[in-house]
């Protein structure tokens, strides 16, 4: 007897689409027949200065305790992330990534009779999470490929238990200063939990952007993550953090796995929240690459949408998926995003000055090659 498994999952599960990240270079390497060396990934938003030296070298320390369990608490890691933001440590819970936290949070706010609400062209894990515990996603239509506060307020209803905002926005990098953010808090009910993702804030600076720890203070339905993933350099580590009210963090701490972090994750973690050289470089090599890769477009006549994350979403003149197996053939990779409902854009993480001037190299070589372009 043949058996449909995958009508034995539970309905919210049988509708999803497994999420589809950027295509690692010995991937690409193997179906081309590449060298590796020569393939150029800008695809998934990393940091391209490489790993922190104090976090290798804490990762390095660490490896002698592989064959025993990780500090299930975090200690050494909430002490430092608390005394660098701070907020207690019974406000903070830790995630194997940013990921682990929303799946998390969702699991336990939303429920088969609850509604999730996100925005258009928003992280594909908000509606994933939301489909796969059986929750109805609502998608408010965005305003300039950026969040529309006002409307995202108005979809509020009775049924509403969660809302997700990220800010700065991925795959469009727009961002709302400090006091839209305000606005839109003022405006959700006390019983409706915000998720502010903040996976981006480190390359934000300045007063009018807004810190969401701070904003804690004022919400206490508010729920800001954050990663080690991007500014950090940890992307392979799969660190991620939340930081709530302590009785939000108890709620989650119920339904958070044991053990989630690793040793060697906690330790790098842990190292790098003290290298400010290497954070304050990794802003500075994204401010420069961002500006060179729009210097680059202008220059190309494509429209671009402004950016203040370490990516950039570019409209290539016609099908991205055209331009985007070309960039393949020419080992370079950026990131399709169809799937958001873009189909005319390639996402471009920034990277080292030579990268980001191949990958505009090999733009120009599949703008020719397809016909398209300003």
């Not at 690692?24 to 020569?38: N, Q, T």
């Not at 430092?80 to 799946?103: C, F, H, K, Y």
């Not at 040793?263 to 400010?276: Q, Y």
């Amino acid at each position: 007897m043949t058996i449909d498994y995958q009508s034995l999952a539970v309905r919210g599960v049988q509708a999803l689409s497994p999420y589809q990240p950027g295509k690692p270079i010995d991937e690409l390497a193997r179906e081309l027949g590449l060298d590796p060396a020569d393939i150029v990934k800008l695809a998934s938003n990393e940091n391209p200065l490489g790993p922190s030296e104090k976090a290798l070298s804490a990762a390095r320390d660490s490896l002698s305790e592989l064959c025993l369990y990780p500090d299930g608490n975090g200690f050494d890691l909430k002490q430092a992330l608390s005394t660098r933001l701070g907020v207690d440590a019974s406000q903070i819970t830790l995630g194997n990534g940013s990921n682990d936290v929303l799946e998390v949070i969702t699991r336990c706010f939303a429920d088969a009779d609850a509604e999730v609400i996100f925005s258009q062209y928003a992280f594909a894990v908000y509606p994933l999470v939301t489909q796969a515990i059986g929750a109805r996603g609502v998608s408010v239509p965005a305003v300039n490929w950026g969040h529309d506060l006002t409307a995202m307020a108005d979809a509020i209803t009775d049924r509403t238990r969660l809302i997700f905002v990220a800010n700065p926005n991925n795959p469009t990098g727009t961002v709302h200063h400090a006091e839209a953010i305000e606005t839109f808090l003022d405006r959700v009910p006390a019983n409706v939990i915000v998720v502010l993702d903040e996976a981006y804030c480190e390359y934000l600076e300045g007063a009018a952007y807004p810190d969401g720890i701070e904003l804690l203070k004022r919400y206490p339905n508010l729920i800001v993550c954050r990663t080690f993933s991007k500014a950090w350099g940890l992307a392979a580590l799969r660190v991620g953090y939340s930081v709530s009210s302590p009785e939000i963090a108890d709620v989650l701490n119920r339904v958070r796995q044991p053990f989630n972090v690793d040793t060697v994750a906690l330790s790098a973690a842990t190292a790098v929240l003290a290298d400010e050289v290497y954070l304050q470089r990794s802003r500075e090599v994204n401010e420069a690459g961002l500006r060179q890769l729009e210097r680059a477009f202008d220059r190309l006549g494509l429209d671009y949408i402004p950016s203040v994350a370490n990516f950039i979403a570019v409209d290539v003149g016609g099908n991205s998926e055209d331009v985007f197996q070309s960039l393949l053939a020419q080992g370079v990779i950026v990131r399709p995003v169809a799937g958001y409902g873009m189909p005319r854009h390639l996402r471009v993480s920034v990277g080292l000055p030579e990268q980001n001037e191949r990958f505009v190299a090999a733009l120009e070589q599949a703008l020719s090659q397809v016909g398209y372009g300003g």
